[in-house]
């Protein structure tokens, strides 16, 4: 196999790219285990588009856009879809644990990679703080009396652990949880659709939904369900990370992507359509308990708020030790290519034990910045990551723009997945990308993310392009 890396060419400009490795493994995570297998790879893509943010952040999404929610879904899927097909294009080329951090660097240079990188790395390791928050409250709901904080430090030593041992036991974790989650959606969507339809004893069809408008909050009220729905699906492309440690990387890559329409489109459109059918768009409930605990209110189900209650505590949970993961990988694969601290990129037993727990530590960090600094720095940090993934999502789609006709060019047979009608739908990806920001600044609530996160972007890129410019005279 080839030695040849991203590292080796840091220094370099962007017109001279480092040459790829000629094995089905980039260098970068060679030194990692392979112990994922293609059933823990399949049901992290299947469960991993799963979140708390589907279950409980939809609410308000639906309140504000009420049935148009299903328009909002629909236009943001295709949205990501397109986003998952070029990241899988190039990860099933280009297998890595870095991900579209090492296609960004590969495409358009150094500083892209550094840039983009940290970024996600920012915003993963404080997810796994604010999941742990929100999985602490729902425990002390049952448990009253018991210290939040207790919570989150026991969650924060389980799956610190679970990432400090080999891969395998963070996949048999994650395959798990993931198969708790689909089981529960599917059962919704069943119990769902039976009510709709009327076959349910006791149900009334959709006689409780109002569809008297589908727009009842006008465009302002359609924007604010499509920003809702955007960031919902945050964190689909961290099954390409986990690839890169699986036992065949390309197949694992192709799968996902390929199943990725499918499941967006049933889980996320599918149970919106539900929702919409079964509860009124107005009902208080859908904000107060959940948009899922008001559907199943609605058909009698006993004990439905408690189930859902686990339910979102499985995906809070699963999210933190997913975040931990791809956190962990990322950082690992930066300081590989020589764009970090040289101490993360330890590797004992196939594991990155240090980019581990520097990822578990800064995310117990903002854990006690939400106990110390509420209103300033923690606020200030939740702004600064509220745009980072579509910063990601647009390095993934001008990466794949380069990358694509350098592969046509040099390497064809590398392309096992192809991105569809290219360069058009990525053109069309990119517009997407843009508009999503221009309709951010015309919101107030959101506006102010756009601008933390372009801030932090900008700190990143200088940095960066500062490490290349010093690296390339180093060089000469």
Same mark, same amino acid.
């Given at each position: ?30 030194? !990692? ?24 952040? /939809? ?17 943001? @899927? ?8 070029? #990241? ?24 892209? @990679? ?5 970024? &996600?790395?920012?915003? !993963? ?35 610190? @652990? ?17 198969? !708790? ?35 009842? $909050? ?8 499509? #920003? ?104 690992? /694969? ?14 004992? $037993? ?14 117990? &960090? ?32 001008? /990466? ?44 107030? @609530? ?7 996160? $372009?801030?932090?972007? !900008? ?18």
């Amino acid at each position: 196999m080839s030695r040849a890396t991203p590292e080796a060419a840091a220094g370099s400009a962007p017109s001279s790219p480092p040459a790829p490795a000629s094995g089905p493994s980039s260098p970068d995570s060679a030194a !990692l285990g392979h112990g994922l297998k293609q059933r823990h790879l399949s049901m992290i893509a299947l469960g991993g588009v799963i979140g708390a943010g589907l279950f409980v952040g /939809s609410g308000a999404g639906i309140a504000a856009a009420g049935p148009s929610i299903v328009i909002a879904y629909a236009i943001s @899927g295709l949205l990501v879809m397109l986003v998952m097909r070029m #990241l899988g294009e190039m990860s099933a080329a280009y297998p890595s644990s870095g991900s579209f951090s090492s296609h960004a660097e590969r495409a358009i240079g150094p500083w892209a @990679g550094f840039t983009s990188g940290w970024a &996600f790395w920012v915003m !993963l390791s404080t997810a796994v703080g604010l999941e742990g928050i929100g999985a602490a409250k729902i425990v002390t709901g049952w448990l009253p009396g018991t210290p939040e904080w207790m919570w989150v430090a026991l969650f924060m030593v389980v799956f610190t @652990g679970t990432n400090l041992a080999a891969v395998k036991n963070f996949g048999e974790f994650e395959f798990w949880f993931a198969a !708790l989650k689909v089981v529960a959606i599917a059962a919704f969507l069943v119990l769902g659709v039976l009510a709709v339809a009327g076959l349910l004893p006791g149900s009334e069809g959709t006689a409780g939904a109002d569809l008297s408008e589908i727009m009842p $909050g006008g465009t302002h009220g359609l924007i604010v369900g499509l #920003l809702a729905s955007v960031f919902a699906y945050g964190g689909i492309e961290s099954v390409t990370v986990a690839a890169a440690e699986s036992e065949d990387p390309v197949r694992g890559v192709a799968s996902a992507v390929r199943t990725a329409m499918w499941r967006i489109g049933l889980f996320y459109i599918g149970s919106m359509a539900v929702i919409v059918l079964l509860v009124p768009w107005n009902d208080p409930a859908l904000v107060e308990k959940g948009p899922y605990v008001a559907a199943l209110d609605t058909l009698g189900i006993p004990g439905a708020g408690q189930i859902m209650n686990v339910v979102v505590l499985v995906a809070l949970l699963s999210a933190m030790n997913a975040n931990t993961y791809t956190a962990s990988r990322v950082a690992f /694969s930066l300081v590989r290519r020589g764009q970090g601290p040289r101490a993360l990129g330890r590797v004992h $037993g196939g594991v990155p034990r240090a980019a581990v727990l520097a990822s578990s530590a800064f995310g117990f &960090f903002c854990v006690l910045l939400s106990y110390w600094r509420p209103d300033d720095v923690f606020a200030w940090l939740l702004n600064m990551i509220g745009a980072v993934i579509l910063v990601i999502w647009l390095f993934v789609a001008v /990466s794949q723009l380069v990358l694509r006709r350098r592969l046509e060019r040099q390497e064809p047979e590398r392309m096992t997945v192809r991105m569809w009608a290219f360069p058009v739908l990525t053109w069309v990806a990119i517009a997407g990308i843009a508009s999503i920001f221009v309709l951010m600044l015309m919101e107030s @609530g959101t506006r102010v993310q756009v601008f933390s996160t $372009g801030a932090l972007t !900008l700190v990143l890129a200088a940095a960066g392009y500062v490490r290349q410019r010093r690296a390339v005279r180093a060089a000469g």
